[in-house]
C-alpha cells in the first residue's frame, strides 16, 4: 500500500526503523513531559542520535536527502507519540532550510553539517509583540552598524527557546519602507542580547520549550543574515511557509491519528456490566467515530496532493499549500473534540492519553497563519485580491 | 498539473474534447430540464454520440477501455453543467460494470457492443418500497419457473427509468435464507410486467428521470442472470457499490466547483452603488468562499487517493471507497448551502445558477447507502463489528 | 400552560378560533401556492375577514390592540401551514406600525380604519438595487417639488409587490449628507410612476408576491411623508426593525414547527417491511430530531423574552431584538435541513411537505439585516463600537 | 430589567450581597484551585457562613426557602467565578433536595437544620463502575439484614468525595426485578465500609474534590433509606434529576457568561502596534463573539422559561428540563470553544482565564445523563418511545 505522502524506500525504512525507534522513547515520556511541562530531552536527544535531525538536508553535507513527503510522515509519527517533540522537530526541519537555501550566511556548509550530525538544533523566532500574529510583519528593525547590524526585538513566541543552538529571526531592513521589506538573520545560542524574557504556561504541547524571547542590542553580523536585505518577506513566504505548513499539517494528523486509534479501542473494549454490551454498540459513538476517521483521511489526502505538486509545482500549488495547513489545523481541533464526546469519563478524567492530544491539538489553531489567516488568504486568492491588501 | 483523479493521456483528452462538448450541451438545456422536470435528452443523445457511453466498457467490446478515474472525472465534469445528466451517466456507467463481469448473462457481448455504440442505456433498480434504503436486502423473491423465473417487485427509486432499455434488478434467490442471498438480473424495455407505477417530483435532479417501477409477474430467463443464484450480494458490493461510489461522489464535486465558480465570481463582480465596494471585500464572504473551496477540494483529494487505491487494492481499499463517497456527499450539502448564504437574494432569486445546484446536492444524501449507512459501516469497521450485524 | 409568547386570554382565544380557521385555509391551498408562485389570496381574504390584519391596530381605531406577543403567535401558527401567507401578513403589521406612529401623514386614522377593517393591505419597500441589502441606507432621493416631492428608485425586492394597497417606502431627504439622512413615505396602488419592473421566481416562500417596483418621476405629497425629513433612519431602526425582527423570527419558529411536527410523524409511523421496525427505532434518527426540537425551542424562548423585554424596555432590549432574529434565522436553516436528512427520500420526493419548509426557511436568510449584518451589529455592540461605522 | 430566572427581590438582593461576596472570595482562588487540583475550601467556607447552603432548604428548618430560579442565578454567578466552586455547590443543592422531601429518613429536621447552618454539606453518589454513566440502573444492591440493610458498591465518581459529610447514595432494592428497581440511602462521613478508592484528575473542575468511593460491607440502617424500598428510580428523576439538571446548566452558563466577558475585554483592548487597529476591527471575531453571546443567551431563555414551567408545571415541563440541560451543556463546550478560537495565542498561553473555563466546560459532557442521553431520552419522547425501553 503507497504511502498517502509518497515517500520512497528509503523514507519507508527510516518509518519502520529508526522513527520507529525514537517514537517508542518519545512515547514513554510523554506524559511526564506534558505533566511538568519539561523539554522532551530523551526524544530529541534520540531524533539526533538517529540522523533524524538531517531529514531534509542535502546528502552532499551529511544529510538524509529527503523532501517535504518525508519531513510530513516523520512529523506525524512523532506526533502520534507527544505533540512537543513533534513541534520541536517540525520547527528545526522547517528554519534549517531557510539556511539550505541561504546565499549570504558564513560558514553555512559547516552549519548543515552540525545539523545533520545532530549536534545543532534550531527554530524559527518570527512573531512579535508587537504584529502578534502577523509573522510577515516584523516591527523590529535592523540598525546599520558599519559593515553589520544592531537590532533591538520583542519576540514573543520562541518555540525550543532554551535549548535550540540558533534561531532563524526576521526585522525590517535597514529603512525599510514597510514591515515586508525584510530579512532574515541567525541568532546564535549565548549571543549577547539574547533574553529568555518571561516563563510560558500553555494549555497543550507544554513541552516545546515556548518562551518570549528578547533581542536587546544584539550584534547581527553580515554573514549571520540569511538573506539579502529586503528579502525576507519571499524567504518567509516560499520557503518557510511552505514547509512550515506541510511540517504542522502533518503533525496535526499525528494527534488525529492518535485520537482515532485511542478511541477505537475504547469503544471496543470498555462495556457494561448490566448489560454485557460494549461501546461500540451505540451507533452514535461509531458515527463519532467514522466522523473522526473520516476527516483525519480527507486531511490527509490534501496533504499528500499537495506534497506531490510540490515535487512538480504548477500555479495552484501554494493555495494547496495553504488549504493543507488550514485543513489540518481544523481537523486536529475537531477530531480530537469529537474523541473527548466520544469518550467522555474517561476522557476527560485522563484514563485514556486522549485530554492531553486534546490540549495539544489546540496549540496549531494559535500559530500564525492561523485558521483566519488562511480563510482570508484563500479567499483573497480565488477572488483576485492581493494577499497583502 | 497532474489531474487530481489520476487519468491517462487518453482519459485528458477525451476531458478537453468529447466531454467538453457534452457539456457545453448539457449547459445549455440545464434550467430547463430542471424547470421541466424533463429527461436531458440532448446532453443524453451527445454522450451517445461522442462514445462516452462506452467509457468503462473494454476495448474489446468497442468501448474505451478507462477505468474509475477517468469515470470519475467525465462524472465530475458533467455535474459541473447539469445535475441530471451527470446522474443518468453514473447510473448507466455502474450498471454496465456487473454485466461486463457477468458470467451467467446470455448475450453479453452483444449488449456490451450496443451500450460501446450508444445504443444502449442502461441502469439500477435496487431499492424496494419494503426495505427502503436497505438496497442490499431485497424482499421481493425469483420465484422457480421451470429452467427459468417470474417475480414480482415493487421498486421504490429507478433512476432514467422511462427511457432506459434495460435496467439491473435485484431480486432474492429462490428459498433464499435471508435478504443476502440474492441474485442479479437484466430487465429489458418493454418486457411483459413492467410498469412505471408512479410520478416522481423531487426537489432536486428533477430532470433525472426517477420513478416507482412496479414488476409484475415478470418471467426472468436464466440467461437473464446476471449473478449466480444467492451471489447478488457480493455483486452489489464489491462490484456495483465501488463504482456507484466512484461515480456518485465526483458527481458531488461537480456540484461543489459549480458552486465554488459561481459564488467566486458574484464576490467578485457584485457590488455596492453607495460605497463603490465589492461582496468580496467582506472578510465574513471570502471566508465562507475559502471553506467552500478547501471542504470541495478534500474532499477530491481523497476520491483521488480511493481511485489510486482501486488501481492496486490493498486492504482499506473498500473502507476508502465508503469514506469517499461519504465525503463527498457530505461536501456537496455543505458547499452548496454555503453557497446560498454567501450570494444571498442573488442565489435565492434564480439569478445565479446556485439554487439549482443547491437542490440537486440534496439528491446524494437521499439515495442508499446513504451518509447515514456509512457512516455505521465505517464505524462498524473501525471497532471491529461486522457490517450488516 | 402560559404561551411562550406571553400572550393574553385574548390573544390565546384569537389563536384557538380565528388564527385556526385562517390556518386551515392557508394549509388546505399551500402547496398549490408554493407550485404556482400565486399569490395566498384564499388566506389573505380570510385573514381579512377575521380581522386578523388589524391584529395590532390600536382599539380606537378598530384594530385589535394587540402587541407583539399576539403578532409572534399569529405569525408562527401561521408558518406552520403557509410560508408564503405568513410573510405576507409580517410584512403587512410591521409597515403598519410605523404609519400607527406618524406624526406627519394625512389621513392616518381613515388609513389605520381601513386596515382594521381587511380592506388595505400594506407591506414595505426598503432594499434598493444600489444599496442592495444595506436597507438603512437608500440611495433614491426625494427632490423638492414646491411643498412636496418628487423621487425615483429602484426597489429590490417588494413582498405582496402586485397586490399591496400600499407600499412604506424609503429615500434620502432632500440634501441629505448620507443615506442615513432619510425619510418614510407612503406609496398608494396606482400612483402614477409605480411599476413592477421585473418578474421574480425564488426559492422558496413562492406565493409571497414579491416583485422588483421601479418608482419613476413620482409625486410624493407632502402629506405622504411618514416621518419628518431626516427622521427615516430612526423610524427604519426603532419602529420597524422590531417589528419585522419580531415577526420574522416567529414565521421562522413556525417554519421550525412544522419541520419537527413532520419528521416525528414520519420517523413513527414509517418502517421496514424485511425487520418490522420503525425510523424511531434508529437512535441517529431520533438524536436528529431531539437537535430539531432543541433548536426550535432555544429560539422561541429567546424571542419571549425579548418579547416580554420589550412590554418592559430595558438596555439589552435591542440587543436581545437583533439576537431573536439571528437566532431564527438560523434555527429555520438548521432545523428543516436536519429534517431533509431525517426523512431522506420522502422528503426529498415531496411525499412529506418538508422540501417546501425547506426552502421557504432559507428565505429569512436573504432579507436584510441578514445573519451576516446581525452577527455584525451584535459583535459592535458587545465590543462597543458604533454599529454604522 | 426582570432577571431571566424569574428570580424574587429576596433572590436579587442575596446575588448583590451574600453571593457577591461569595464570588469575590471564589475568584481570587480560583487559579490556585485549578493549578493544584485543590478544594475550594474559602469559597465553600463562604457559602456556609452566608447561609448559601440552606439556599433551597425551608425557611422552617432554618433554610431560605428558595426556589429552582434562585438555585440556578447563584450557581450562575458562582461558575463565572470558579467552576469547581460552583460544582461543589450545584451538587449539594440538589442532594439536599431528596432530603427534604423524603418521607422515610431518620433526623430529616435536624440534617436539614445542619445543612441551613452552613455545618453539613452533602452530595451525589449515584454513577458506578459497572453501569458507567447510566447512573439511574445501579449494579449494586441493597441486601437484607434484619430490619436493616448492607451493601457493597463501587461508585465511580463522586464529587466532593472527600469533604463532603454526606453522599446521597443509590442501590437496587433487595430481590430487584430490574436495576430501575432501586432506594436511595444516605452515607454519612466517617461510617465503616467508606473508603476514597482513587485519585483522581480531570481535563477540568479540578477543585471539584471527584474520586471514586468503594462501599464494602457498608450498613445501611432502615432509617437511613431517603427513600422506600423500589422508589429509587421516581426520586432519581422525578426529583433529583430536574435540580440537578437546573444546577448544572445554570453552572453551564456561567462558565459562558465569564467567556463572554473575557473575549469581549480582549477584543476589545488588544491591538496591533504596527497598524494601530484593536482585535474588534475584524469583522470575524466580532462574529464569532456575537455566536458565542447569542449561543449564551438562548440557553439562559431557555432555562428561564423550563424554571418557570416547574413552578407551573404542564405536560411538557419534564421535557423541558431534559432540553435545558441539554441546550446548556453545548453552549458551554461552544461558547469556550469559540472563545478560545477567538483569542488565540492569549487564551492559549494562560494570559487569559480562558482556558481554564475551556477545561471546566467540557467536564458537563461527561455527567450523566450527558448529551447523548438526553439527545435520545428527548427524541424517545418525541416519536412515543418509553424512556428507558
Same mark, same amino acid.
Given at each position: 500500500?503507497?504511502?498517502?505522502?509518497?515517500?520512497?524506500?528509503?523514507? #519507508?525504512?527510516?518509518?519502520?526503523?529508526?522513527?520507529?525507534?525514537?517514537?517508542?522513547?518519545?512515547?514513554?515520556?510523554?506524559?511526564?513531559?506534558?505533566?511538568?511541562?519539561?523539554?522532551?530531552?530523551?526524544?530529541?536527544?534520540?531524533?539526533?542520535?538517529?540522523?533524524?535531525?538531517?531529514?531534509?538536508?542535502?546528502?552532499?553535507?551529511?544529510?538524509?536527502?529527503?523532501?517535504?513527503?518525508?519531513?510530513?510522515?516523520?512529523?506525524?509519527?512523532?506526533?502520534?507519540?507527544?505533540?512537543?517533540?513533534?513541534?520541536?522537530?517540525?520547527m528545526?526541519?522547517?528554519?534549517?532550510?531557510?539556511?539550505?537555501?541561504?546565499?549570504?550566511?558564513?560558514?553555512?556548509?559547516?552549519?548543515?553539517?552540525?545539523?545533520?550530525?545532530?549536534?545543532?538544533?534550531?527554530t524559527l523566532a518570527f512573531s512579535e509583540k508587537g504584529s502578534r500574529s502577523h509573522f510577515w510583519a516584523p516591527v523590529s528593525?535592523?540598525?546599520?552598524?558599519?559593515?553589520?547590524?544592531?537590532?533591538?526585538a520583542a519576540k514573543s513566541w520562541v518555540t525550543?527557546a532554551?535549548?535550540?543552538?540558533?534561531y532563524v529571526s526576521s526585522a525590517?531592513?535597514?529603512?525599510?519602507?514597510?514591515?515586508?521589506?525584510?530579512?532574515?538573520?541567525?541568532?546564535?545560542?549565548?549571543?549577547?542580547?539574547?533574553?529568555?524574557?518571561?516563563?510560558?504556561?500553555?494549555?497543550?504541547?507544554?513541552?516545546?520549550?515556548s518562551a518570549p524571547v528578547?533581542?536587546?542590542?544584539?550584534?547581527?553580523?553580515?554573514?549571520?543574515?540569511?538573506?539579502?536585505?529586503?528579502?525576507?518577506?519571499?524567504?518567509m513566504?516560499?520557503?518557510v511557509?511552505?514547509?512550515f505548513?506541510?511540517?504542522?499539517?502533518?503533525?496535526?494528523?499525528?494527534?488525529?491519528?492518535?485520537?482515532?486509534?485511542?478511541?477505537?479501542?475504547?469503544?471496543?473494549?470498555?462495556?457494561?456490566?448490566?448489560?454485557?454490551?460494549?461501546?461500540?454498540?451505540?451507533?452514535?459513538?461509531?458515527?463519532?467515530?467514522?466522523?473522526?476517521?473520516?476527516? #483525519?483521511?480527507?486531511?490527509?489526502?490534501?496533504?499528500?496532493?499537495?506534497?506531490?505538486?510540490?515535487?512538480?509545482?504548477?500555479?495552484? #500549488?501554494?493555495?494547496?499549500?495553504?488549504?493543507?495547513?488550514?485543513?489540518?489545523?481544523?481537523?486536529?481541533?475537531?477530531? #480530537?473534540?469529537?474523541?473527548?464526546?466520544?469518550?467522555?469519563?474517561?476522557?476527560?478524567?485522563?484514563?485514556?492519553?486522549?485530554?492531553?492530544?486534546?490540549?495539544?491539538?489546540?496549540?496549531?489553531?494559535v500559530m500564525a497563519p492561523t485558521?483566519?489567516h488562511?480563510?482570508?488568504?484563500?479567499?483573497?486568492?480565488?477572488?483576485?485580491?492581493?494577499?497583502?491588501?
Amino acid at each position: 500500500m503507497a504511502h498517502v505522502y509518497g515517500i520512497d524506500a528509503a523514507g #519507508t525504512a527510516l518509518l519502520s526503523d529508526a522513527v520507529a525507534r525514537v517514537k517508542a522513547i518519545a512515547e514513554r515520556h510523554a506524559a511526564d513531559v506534558d505533566a511538568k511541562g519539561r523539554f522532551p530531552e530523551e526524544a530529541v536527544g534520540a531524533l539526533a542520535k538517529e540522523g533524524l535531525l538531517g531529514l531534509c538536508v542535502p546528502k552532499e553535507m551529511g544529510g538524509l536527502g529527503q523532501g517535504p513527503g518525508a519531513f510530513a510522515a516523520v512529523g506525524e509519527e512523532l506526533a502520534t507519540a507527544c505533540g512537543s517533540t513533534a513541534m520541536v522537530y517540525v520547527m528545526h526541519v522547517t528554519a534549517a532550510q531557510p539556511i539550505a537555501v541561504s546565499t549570504t550566511l558564513a560558514g553555512k556548509d559547516a552549519l548543515l553539517r552540525a545539523i545533520a550530525a545532530g549536534t545543532h538544533l534550531t527554530t524559527l523566532a518570527f512573531s512579535e509583540k508587537g504584529s502578534r500574529s502577523h509573522f510577515w510583519a516584523p516591527v523590529s528593525m535592523l540598525a546599520t552598524d558599519g559593515a553589520n547590524f544592531t537590532t533591538d526585538a520583542a519576540k514573543s513566541w520562541v518555540t525550543t527557546a532554551a535549548h535550540a543552538d540558533s534561531y532563524v529571526s526576521s526585522a525590517q531592513a535597514p529603512k525599510a519602507g514597510s514591515p515586508l521589506e525584510s530579512a532574515l538573520y541567525l541568532v546564535r545560542k549565548g549571543a549577547k542580547g539574547v533574553r529568555i524574557s518571561g516563563p510560558w504556561a500553555g494549555l497543550g504541547l507544554r513541552g516545546n520549550d515556548s518562551a518570549p524571547v528578547a533581542l536587546e542590542g544584539l550584534h547581527v553580523a553580515k554573514g549571520d543574515l540569511l538573506t539579502e536585505l529586503g528579502k525576507g518577506a519571499p524567504a518567509m513566504l516560499e520557503v518557510v511557509l511552505p514547509w512550515f505548513s506541510i511540517g504542522t499539517a502533518a503533525m496535526a494528523h499525528g494527534l488525529c491519528r492518535a485520537a482515532v486509534a485511542a478511541t477505537a479501542r475504547h469503544l471496543s473494549e470498555a462495556g457494561f456490566e448490566h448489560t454485557g454490551g460494549k461501546l461500540r454498540d451505540f451507533p452514535g459513538l461509531r458515527a463519532r467515530l467514522a466522523e473522526m476517521n473520516v476527516r #483525519t483521511e480527507l486531511s490527509r489526502s490534501l496533504l499528500g496532493r499537495t506534497i506531490a505538486s510540490m515535487g512538480a509545482p504548477a500555479e495552484d #500549488t501554494p493555495l494547496l499549500v495553504l488549504q493543507a495547513r488550514l485543513a489540518a489545523l481544523e481537523a486536529a481541533v475537531d477530531v #480530537t473534540d469529537l474523541a473527548m464526546k466520544a469518550c467522555g469519563g474517561a476522557a476527560f478524567s485522563k484514563h485514556l492519553p486522549l485530554e492531553r492530544v486534546f490540549r495539544d491539538a489546540r496549540a496549531g489553531w494559535v500559530m500564525a497563519p492561523t485558521v483566519d489567516h488562511l480563510h482570508d488568504f484563500v479567499g483573497k486568492a480565488l477572488t483576485g485580491l492581493p494577499l497583502f491588501g
